[in-house]
């Protein structure tokens, strides 16, 4: 046999010892979600609710929090029919109240297996409208909420020596996307918090999953808030939001998230258009910053004097809600969008 072959075969052999280590380590890290306490941050409507479905179907027993006091009824009267779930109010922003949240799931359920962190805001329009006051309260709902809810199932998770924490991102925190600097810059903080918790929580037994969604019919652009032009905004989001191709159906993402917490992952990237941007912008960085400056002229101009934000459900136009809405529209009825 020639060095080159021998090469070869060594190769060969060491790439299928490492596939075969890391399938085993998969196989031992998955989880039974039967008899599980899971808590899902923001569980009353949209990807979080379904969530919450698909957790109960498995056999989990799920408690919500959210800080709308109605939804949270309607996704209780719901989820309580299928399984085993609570709901409880909860300001994620508010330590104290996180505090408490956990405190009652633990008295009402036991101890805290796992802790989805879903909760978010988002706010779309040009930089000018931007006030600091919207890049503080991005962050205070997409990075302190989760740090928050982390910081209060952290202790007991440590003395068990065992937990899993999903903490749901977006393509956003990955790209920085045009007239969404906000909720982006409040979305790469959370992905490199998560990702840095994983690597130093894994000695102490628990697992963090990084989860980086792309578009998703979750029904969502009825509640995000919308400045400048707030109808043309409100109209190209939520056509991209429901878009067949570009955007991701709510089911298959949630489907796709519990497989993940299953399994421990270190983390995953949903929708094709969403891994496919973030491989060409990891390569090819450059190219992608042209790319989205060149759309940015394409977005709407803001009207002067146009900071006041309004929400996408007071946003109507004869584009949207339309045709090239009515699979958003479909899933903002599905999943507790409407008020």
């Known amino acids: 046999m020639t060095l080159k072959s021998r090469l070869l075969v060594t190769l060969g052999a060491t790439a299928a010892a490492v596939a075969g280590g890391q399938a085993l380590l998969r196989r031992c890290r998955t989880w039974n979600l039967a008899g599980r306490n899971v808590v899902v941050t923001g569980g009353s409507r949209g990807l979080g609710l379904v969530l919450a479905r698909e957790l109960v179907r498995e056999g989990a027993r799920v408690a919500i929090c959210a800080r709308d006091e109605d939804t949270l009824d ?51 329009g040009p930089l000018d409208t931007m006030t600091r006051e919207v890049f503080e309260r991005s962050m205070r709902t997409n990075f302190w909420g989760p740090l928050n809810a982390i910081l ?67 029904g969502s652009p009825r509640h995000a808030e919308f400045k400048g032009n707030h109808r043309a905004e409100y109209a190209w989001f939520s056509i991209s939001d429901a878009l067949p191709g570009i955007s991701m159906d709510a089911g298959r993402a949630a489907r796709e998230i519990v497989e993940a917490l299953r399994v421990g992952e270190p983390g995953r990237i949903l929708s094709m258009p969403a ?21 940015n002229r394409a977005l709407p101009a803001a009207p002067v004097d146009s900071r006041q934000p309004v929400k996408g459900e007071a946003s109507a136009s004869r584009l949207s809600p339309s045709w090239l809405t009515r699979l958003g529209d479909r899933a903002a009825v599905a999943n507790n969008q409407m008020i």
């Open 74 to 124: 309607r996704a209780r009267a719901e989820l309580e029919r299928e399984g085993v779930a609570i709901a409880l109010r909860c300001d994620l922003t508010e330590p104290g109240d996180v505090s408490e949240m956990v405190k009652q799931v633990v008295a009402r359920l036991g101890p805290i297996d796992a802790l989805i962190n879903n909760a978010g805001i988002i706010t779309v």
């Open 152 to 218: 209060a199932v952290l202790p007991e998770m440590r003395a068990r020596r065992m937990g899993r924490i999903v903490n749901v991102a977006s393509i956003g925190g990955k790209i920085s996307v045009p007239h969404m600097i906000p909720y982006s810059a409040s979305k790469f903080a959370l992905v490199g918090l998560s990702e840095g918790l994983r690597a130093e929580l894994a000695r102490d037994g628990i697992q963090v999953v990084t989860v980086c969604p792309g578009l998703m019919r979750t």
């Open 275 to 295: 891994k496919v941007g973030a491989l060409v912008h990891g390569l090819f960085p450059g190219l992608t910053a042209e790319v989205l400056s060149l759309v």
